[in-house]
């Protein structure tokens, strides 16, 4: 029987935050000792987000207000950029899970390129283990600093890593059409995201310049054993959760839709968080909302010798949160699915 | 340390049943054994709920194949006027928690009335009790039959029951608009809830004449000790989940909002799913989507002797299986909150 | 045949300004010649609000840089309390009509409590005629300053004036139950306005505090004949456009619901813009969007004595920059409906 | 001076029907004389469709009840495989514009692969001519029988012909993700578009099966010269109206995205109805809601010799009966834009 860990949440009100805290609350391990919200320190987290009342949380406070002692481990939701300096000045024998982008890159020159200035934190930046947990699950059990993927790499590349290590698609060829719910975008003020401007309408963006590019790249090219550029065209849709991936490929070596998709098969076959679309069901967001759940499907195209290939997950769970809980559950030892195991909302 | 109970969900292709299946499924100690729908008899459950997939439910049968020795609860999601002759013809053993309208009215008059035709088991009216639990535990607890109610109607005397009893509202003077996400109106194909004429757009319904308000008036009239009448105007709002009830009353014997309030915060003081909203908050449906939680608010009108009250829940659940799950636990001796613990999913 | 009029809009970028400019480019009697926006000056109107690209507009200026001279009308969509000295400011020969509250209180000591400072020009506030077209027609013709009501007021004084006027309900207990899309709160940003959190839910907001209030109670109580004080509670629907008021009345004098029917489509019988539900069809936003119709019905409650009434129109249209064009064209003595031609848009 | 044209629409109870008349009854030279549906024939056109209440529009007959005599151009919005033998049995004398998908395809073979059944007016067929009014304006003029194109091969004809015609991208490697709002699937009852289901949540459908692939593949082929196959791969998006196409293709003969974008722009620099998207916008359903217009976007991709093409439009407008009624102006001689001019509505 495992004791209770005290965990602490950084950028406890952005609705990264506010989903780990969701689910750590019920976490049947976990003891939230610690939130830290700069902009809303001395608030209650009720009034930052009244769907948390009752809960019996923390009051917000500053990152320096927080005492990390008898603190096992942190979660970081900050933004990226202002993650890096936060987490270096954190005592050793803190567990980081830090679900910004600030880690994710092992190339400081590749992240300087897309995040307009140098890394702030490169020693650590060399222990960060990417943290897919289905694909880097030994090396995050051993972690202390764990760097979660962004929410579309992770729906990508559940997708197509065991395709492109299996040599089924040609990693060289791939066009990523993305669509993301609007809270992928954050609860800061921006007027894209408005309800009226964002609403009854779907508009691509980002185009051929978005962030997880690179992080995409980082991940094909190192299964696929060769540098690789990938098309990836994010869209911003109607909707508050969820994610989805159509991902057009070319198949590799004579295979077949049907290779991937029993490669998936697999490939996941023991991953209690991932499940190809069931008989006769195309993947859609909705079957997925609130859970830790990825939902595969592969499909032959018309078009001879390529296959359609679709992915999709909740942004703020399995694409952040969720996915951040199931790394600090391998971090402490604990088992995976410990406190992820909602289930879908639908509808 | 109580064994598993093993249940049956009656009516499992709708909504409703769907959502008894998705908080069931993960309760501790509950053993799906039967799902039945008999217009999806033979398929799998994740042919009919895609969200439900990779969770082991047992294949759909129909009423007449389920086997109901070993079978220790039932719950019973069909529709209204169905489920009282199903639910006649179940073995005395088990314990029935009717999600359905059928055993709500006392009064077989007015179940007459408003439903357009006899009711077909009326012995089992008698024992029948009304599942509000909050309201009505202790008969809960020894009830075999337990008729849950309907999802406006908890909302509404969750608001409303302590402020009669307490004679702090004139329950003769009630005006309630009622405002609900479309899944109340269920999975059956009608025109007026298909997504292109429920969304963006609003318009009341079933004016002066939901079925839900001769329940609220037997409850509310039980309360106040005299038969009242109460306006009950529903809206239909575009969007899936939860439910809001503004209701506008005339203060009583020199009360104040203020009284409302206390009274309400007090009577609720020991109540796990029920919550007044945070200070300078407005309860919002937002807050309560995926729980089994009620939020409360109470308003000074600018009317003199008048107060505004405010309730909102989550139809599917405190609104239909929540409560019924919550109920089955007091039925079964089982801590009234076990598998009930899922916090609000926002966004 | 009329000449083209020349007519400038101040704060083209809401909202309000952006519909009046959608309205006004096809009005076959108006030359748009001046857009300001003092925060976008020196943009393209298209970069501003895109879907109004290839219209051939003027581009964004400041209010200061506007040269008013061959100008004959402006419209002025800017925010309360700016309004005013803005127009003070404007040449005489110019005729204005506001879009915004300033000039809609009657009363300065009501303007000043309710907007939080004194009126800083009283002295066109007692020129200006309060612009509901259909029941201020003929002062409307010959005004210089018409004040456009607000939405609210629009739909429920459409709605309830002619009953009050006629006595067929008692002005002094009126219950008025709004619900609005979310392009009321216009286009600043705010969090409450973020597709994430006000998507998909609902929440009563200014409860007991809008400022809308005052302003229906100023007409109500002129044609009641007394002063009377409204319950007013606005709600946050999760659409865009649209806006429906459910009014809760005592009937008066022994009305029935039946002579309020009759009463309003008496009253409207040739007015081109109001409608009686059909029969059999419950009023419902979707069926006004994008037009400048209002749409009523009226209901017998099960209360003895009470009516329900029912009112929904296009906030953005009949609610603002619709109306405020129907008063241009009173006041420019064109036919009323010309440039207002717009059917409905549904779905 | 032309004289009012006497109209009729069959099939006028579908979203298609109803959006024609919205337009058609505003426009200045039609006269609206038959309205047919034969599943509500008897009703009174603002009992199936309200928002039409007030237009003095004649109430729903019959096919076979309707008198073509003294009737000049019929518009048929028929679900596909029943227009065929509808328009098979309408007088000579009669312009036809079909909505539907019978007369779209120019090789009957293809269309019985396809629809599943064979054609059963192919002389008809063999004079009918392609709606797609920019590109075959000519032949259109002088038609009898014009097949308006689908919704979907409109936004991606628009968008690629003139640079697959220009050789500027290689017609043999098209991968077209194409994004829909639910009014395309129409308004018949299907489970899969109720509001929750299809909202709040995003899917992919018909993959490598949509009947609008082999129309694209049509004309794709024909500007190319020789006969291609593409990847077009459908969502439903949770909006109502709207239709996003986001085509990813190779660059020819060392082309760039900005020759694509000088091509586009210049092909269509005299046309009312096409747009590219403003300096430093994104195309966005949201910009062209309600209206005819079309808007491009063309973007290099980080991927070298590779572009990403975007269009967007009204499904129900230009991609249906806007572009018919631009057909209808064509074939009777009127200006192009008559009835059209309609400005997109945003929010």
Redesign the interface.
């Known amino acids: 029987m495992h004791e209770k860990v005290r965990i602490g949440v950084i950028g406890a009100s952005g609705?990264t935050g506010?989903d780990l805290v969701?689910?750590a609350?019920?976490h049947p391990l976990i003891d939230i000792a610690v939130l830290t919200a700069n902009s809303h320190a001395g608030k209650?987290m009720?009034?930052v987000?009244?769907?948390?009342?009752?809960?019996g949380l923390p009051d917000l406070i500053t990152n320096e207000e927080a005492d990390w002692s008898g603190i096992d481990a942190v979660f970081c939701g900050l933004p990226h950029a202002t993650s890096q300096q936060v987490i270096a000045a954190l005592p050793e024998h803190l567990k980081v899970i830090d679900m910004s982008a600030d880690f994710r890159l092992r190339d400081p020159a590749t992240y300087e390129k897309w995040y307009g200035g140098a890394h702030k934190a490169l020693h650590l930046q060399a222990e960060a283990v990417y943290g897919l947990s289905e694909h880097y699950r030994e090396a995050i059990r051993t972690a202390r600093l764990v760097a979660c993927p962004g929410c579309y790499p992770t729906a990508v590349l559940m997708l197509l890593l065991p395709l492109v290590k299996a040599g089924l698609i040609d990693a060289g060829d791939l066009?990523i059409?993305a669509?993301s719910?609007?809270?992928g975008a954050g609860?800061s003020?921006?007027?894209n995201?408005?309800?009226?401007?964002?609403?009854?309408?779907?508009?691509?963006?980002a185009?051929?310049?978005h962030r997880h590019?690179p992080e995409i790249e980082q991940e094909i090219s190192l299964a696929a054993g060769r540098e690789v550029?990938?098309?990836f065209?994010p869209?911003l849709?109607?909707?508050?959760?969820?994610e989805?991936i159509?991902c057009?490929a070319r198949l590799a070596g004579g295979a077949t839709a049907e290779d991937c998709r029993n490669a998936l098969a697999e490939r996941y076959s023991e991953e209690?968080f991932v499940?190809m679309?069931?008989?006769?069901?195309?993947?859609?967001?909705?079957?997925?909302?609130?859970?830790n759940?990825v939902?595969l499907g592969t499909?032959?195209?018309?078009?001879?010798g390529?296959v359609?290939l679709?992915s999709?997950l909740d942004n703020l769970v399995k694409g952040s949160a969720g996915q951040a809980l199931q790394n600090f559950n391998l971090m402490l030892g604990f088992d995976e699915t410990t406190g992820l195991?909602?289930?879908?909302?639908?509808?």
Chains 1, 2, 3, 4 share one sequence.
């Open positions: 609705y506010a969701r689910l609350v019920r209650r009720e009034a987000f009244p769907h948390l009342a009752g809960l066009v059409d669509k719910g609007v809270s609860r003020l921006k007027q995201i408005l309800f009226c401007e964002a609403g009854e309408g779907l508009s691509p963006y185009i051929a310049s590019a550029i990938v098309n065209t869209h849709i109607p909707m508050s959760r969820g989805l159509t057009y209690p499940h679309a069931p008989e006769g069901i195309n993947p859609a967001t909705q079957y997925v909302r609130g859970s759940n939902m499909y032959a195209d018309r078009v001879p390529r359609i679709v999709t195991e909602q289930v879908s909302l639908f509808p």
